[in-house]
Structures are given as C-alpha cells and as structure tokens.
Nanobody, 125 residues
Framework: QVQLVESGGGLVQAGGSLRLSCAAS????????MAWFRQAPGKEREFVAA????????RYGVLVKGRFTISRDNAKNTMSLQMNSLNPEDTAVHYC??????????????????WGQGTPVTVSS
C-alpha cells in the first residue's frame, strides 16, 4: 500500500514563496503520473499541477501557471511544488496525489488513486 506524506505548508505573506514536498512510501511510483491539488474552504478541489513519470511533461492550472513549478525525484520517491509570487487566493489545503499505474497526466482528481493527508498553505495580504 502506498502512503503519501506532504510537508512544507505554512503561513506566508503575499508575494512570498513556499516549497511543498511529497514523500511516497510502500512502493515506487516511478511509472505513474503524480499531481498536486488544493481545496480552499467552501470550494471544490482544484487541479494545481501534474507531472509525468520521467518528469519531462508537466501541466499547470490556469491560476498557477508561471508561478508554480512541479518536479519529482524518482530515486528518492518524492515530488515537490515550488510556489512563488503567492497571493491570498492560493490559501488552501494542498494535496499530493498519484495515479495507480497510469503515466497519463490528468486534471481530474477522480483519476488519482493515492492521496496524502494534505498540508495547509495560508497566504496573508
């Protein structure tokens, strides 16, 4: 059974940066696409970014493109999300997710099988 654990969330001022990490254990996810999603209070879960197994293909949500960078290190079984130019609209619980075996990137949260518990990000104005 795969376990995903996020870290790196916290409180930051608008314009600041944070780096989220996701550590996977239980089995290698090197053949599966992975992604970040987020959910703000009272809102639906939102796609943030996705990355292919080799890390050579990435996709970003419209609201974060140009500010966030997703990456992964298969040797360490980890994934990261570098978040720059943060604004209060980025405030949300951020979740790490992985597809069971498929390498295809997806913006649909229903396509992802494994989920972390989430790490909160709060951006003050």
């Amino acid at each position: 059974q795969v376990q995903l654990v996020e870290s790196g969330g916290g409180l930051v001022q608008a314009g600041g940066s944070l780096r989220l990490s996701c550590a996977a254990s239980g089995q290698s996810l090197s053949s599966a696409a992975m992604a970040w999603f987020r959910q703000a209070p009272g809102k639906e879960r939102e796609f943030v970014a996705a990355i292919s197994p080799l890390g050579d293909i990435t996709r970003y949500g419209v609201l974060v493109k140009g500010r966030f960078t997703i990456s992964r290190d298969n040797a360490k079984n980890t994934m990261s999300l570098q978040m720059n130019s943060l604004n209060p609209e980025d405030t949300a619980v951020h979740y790490c997710a992985a597809r069971r075996t498929s390498p295809a990137l997806s913006r649909d949260s229903r396509e992802y099988y494994y989920w972390g518990q989430g790490t909160p990000v709060t951006v003050s104005s």
